[in-house]
């Protein structure tokens, strides 16, 4: 037998996650971002899951070629453009949209000899000082890039850095947008997931929800239920070993967790090496024989310890959801200090993973 761990990825709750982005804004069309190996879920089950996607969005150009590489048709956009004067002419041979965020990316635009011309995202900085020109220059750069004949289209793109926060919101970042490009006229992209799910003013003529898609939320005050998402994975393993304690006796690495009474605990082929996070502490939740139960003690490489006290009847080979459907990656993320984002991701390679239709 196989060492009992897996990841099952929910094909349906990533459909309806996507139709809840598409009734969010139903006059927008709607980039699903699949950047990361589409947050851990797999690119190709991103694409099962989404035929009838508007578009795709993603960061590097090996994944970029692995959506037309599956037959992906539809307008596929990189989210940081590209990093070579060579890739601007894999954009042109490809079709793909890239976004362009400073001087060295139009200078390629403009002097690098193309198959057919590109359409561009020109990247705005309105306050997130990460990637992107000054607001303000937008409407110099527009008549240059109009100029230019290898830019088919520009669309116009900002991102938030507080969408996720209610106290500070987009308010202040899309004034600094609209004030710089309300004249020119031309389509717009502002709103992640979590100004898609708060902010109907950011939708524009295109949204790019990514954390949504996969049924977490971004916000740390909702819950994705709450917000009519549905988990689109699952990481579960298997009980594989049954330690009982008598009061005192400690459980794992530094000997952290000491029972106060005996006790029965389960050791489950799940470990930080897996991608369960280290960090979370005695207490996090899991589903055990699909009852709550807790973790208990360090989380080693391997494996990690879960009380079965409470259950008589669990034992080797029950069944342990680490996250999924019952305990939201949320819940564990929040355990942890950290967001669903960092954990999904995170999910390794030696993790088998199954797609369930
Ligand atoms: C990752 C990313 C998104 C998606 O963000 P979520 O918070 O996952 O919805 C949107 N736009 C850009 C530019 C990104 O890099």
């Not at 990533?14 to 990361?36: D, E, T």
């Not at 400073?102 to 309105?126: A, C, M, Q, Y």
Request: proline share 5%; hydrophobic share 50%.
């Amino acid at each position: 037998m196989t060492r009992p761990i897996r990841a099952v990825i929910h094909t349906a709750a990533l459909a309806a996650n996507y139709a809840h982005a598409k009734a969010c804004a139903p006059s927008s069309k709607v980039f699903a971002v699949i950047k990361a190996n589409a947050y851990g879920h797999g690119i190709a089950n991103m694409v099962a899951a989404l035929p009838n996607a508007d578009a795709f969005a993603t960061l590097e150009m090996p994944s970029a070629l692995a959506l037309r590489e599956l037959g992906v048709k539809q307008p596929i956009l990189l989210l940081e453009g590209v990093f070579s004067a060579a890739e601007l002419q894999l954009c042109a041979h490809h079709e793909f949209w890239l976004s362009v965020h400073d001087e060295r990316g139009i200078h390629w635009l403009e002097s690098t000899v193309l198959s057919r011309p590109v359409h561009i995202f020109l990247k705005l900085n309105t306050g997130m000082n990460r990637l992107g020109f000054p607001a303000e220059a937008a409407s110099v750069l527009v008549e240059r890039l109009k100029q230019c004949i290898n830019v088919a289209s520009i669309t116009l793109m900002a991102h938030f850095a507080t969408a996720d926060d209610p106290e500070q919101g987009v308010a202040a970042q899309c004034a600094r947008f609209d004030a710089a490009c309300a004249d020119l006229n031309l389509p717009v992209t502002l709103a992640n997931s979590a100004a898609l799910l708060a902010y109907p003013e950011t939708h524009r003529q295109w949204v790019r929800p990514g954390i949504s898609l996969y049924g977490s939320s971004p916000f740390s005050n909702k819950s994705a239920a709450e917000l009519g998402l549905q988990a689109a994975m699952t990481l579960s393993a298997e009980v594989i070993g049954v330690q009982e304690l008598k009061a005192g006796d400690t459980v794992g690495y530094g000997a952290g967790f000491v029972a106060a009474r005996p006790m029965r605990v389960g050791i489950v082929a799940c470990g930080y090496a897996d991608g369960y996070p280290r960090h979370a502490p005695t207490g996090t939740p899991v589903l055990l024989n699909g009852v709550r139960s807790r973790l208990i003690g360090r989380v080693s490489m391997d494996m990690l310890a879960v009380d079965l006290s409470d259950q008589p009847e669990a034992g080797l080979g029950s069944e342990v959801e680490l996250w999924g459907k019952n305990v939201s990656i949320d819940e564990v993320a929040s355990a942890a200090g950290t967001i669903g984002y960092e954990l999904m991701c995170a999910v390794a390679a030696r993790v088998p993973v199954f797609v369930e239709f």
